[in-house]
């Protein structure tokens, strides 16, 4: 079972302290998954997380890291295997080399726009990472805008986390679109598709048609292998088309999946034909 660790049980942590700031520079309590880091330590900020101060711990889940904390050393979080979720807060300015490499599970993160310094290796091998979610310090941190990290590359993956920043400089979306061209593989794709079009506010007229087009080619695949979550998705965009819906339920009656009821289902409440009454 997690156990929570809250901001004030200072156990199992050690810092330096010279009076002004503070660095947290090990952990060690064994039973805490779930933990957020103090600000404070005896009245000073705390400024730094230390070189591999939580490095391959196994028991971490989730780890809220405080407004105070400006930065991130090298590998401080390296191989925490079942880390899954990190929030930091709105003064981080730099996140070392491998900060969080080998952290497997990691799936979504939160950092601000205002991040200046991030490692090419920093998520090193983290191939479940997807979900870049970034304070806009434009308005204070107040408001956050979700990105879809889906690469499993490490060089496009660290792009489009450098893209996902930019963003909030020229408040456009072309450099983060512009990147779609070079991802590689059907998940990564879709899934950035999938992203745009559902949170579409500044999604340009070309890149909606590349987006659409991606998903409607992508659907004969999501029958294929049965994949009913993301054909949900295509209907809900609206993407599933009248010409083409007795072609997909052929291939989808040779499935037996769960796909064919949806596609029936689809095709009696978005293309069921009036039936004209001639009675006088």
């Known amino acids: 079972m997690a156990e929570k660790k809250s901001e004030k049980d200072l156990k199992g942590y050690k810092f330096t302290n010279d009076g002004t700031n503070v660095i947290l520079t090990s952990f060690s309590d064994p039973e805490a998954s779930e933990i957020v880091i103090p600000s404070y330590v005896d009245g000073?900020?705390?400024?730094r997380i230390g070189f591999s101060a939580f490095k391959g711990n196994g028991k971490l889940t989730s780890v809220v890291i405080p407004d105070s904390v400006q930065a991130i050393e090298n590998s401080a979080f390296r191989d925490c295997k079942n880390l899954t979720n990190v929030a930091a807060g709105r003064q981080?300015?730099?996140?070392g080399q491998y900060a969080f490499a080998g952290c497997v599970q990691l799936k979504s993160?939160?950092?601000p726009s205002s991040l200046q310094t991030l490692g090419e290796k920093t998520f090193d091998r983290c191939t479940e990472f997807t979900e870049l979610n970034v304070l806009d310090m434009n308005l204070d941190g107040r408001e956050?805008?979700?990105?879809?990290i889906a690469s499993h590359n490490e060089n496009r993956?660290?792009?489009?986390?450098?893209?996902?920043l930019t963003y909030f400089d020229e408040y456009?979306?072309?450099?983060?679109?512009e990147g779609y061209a070079v991802i590689h593989g059907f998940d990564d794709l879709y899934n950035i598709a999938e992203y745009r079009l559902f949170d579409d506010g500044q999604l340009d007229p070309y890149m909606r048609r590349v987006y659409e087009n991606n998903i409607r080619m992508s659907i004969p695949h999501l029958i294929?292998?049965?994949q009913i979550d993301r054909l949900t998705s295509a209907g809900n965009l609206g993407l599933i088309e009248e010409k083409r819906i007795d072609r997909y339920i052929e291939a989808a009656s040779r499935i037996q999946g769960r796909c064919l009821a949806y596609l029936l289902d689809y095709?009696?409440?978005h293309f069921k034909r009036r039936e004209m009454n001639f009675e006088l």
């Not at 956050?144 to 879809?148: D, E, P, Y």
């Not at 456009?172 to 679109?177: A, E, F, S």
């Open 92 to 95: 981080l300015r730099s996140l």
């Open 109 to 111: 993160f939160t950092l």
């Open 172 to 177: 456009n979306m072309r450099k983060y679109d």
């Open 267 to 269: 095709k009696e409440h």
């Open 44 to 47: 000073a900020p705390l400024k």
């Open 157 to 164: 993956r660290w792009g489009y986390i450098q893209s996902s």
């Open 144 to 148: 956050a805008k979700r990105f879809v």
């Open 224 to 226: 294929a292998e049965d």
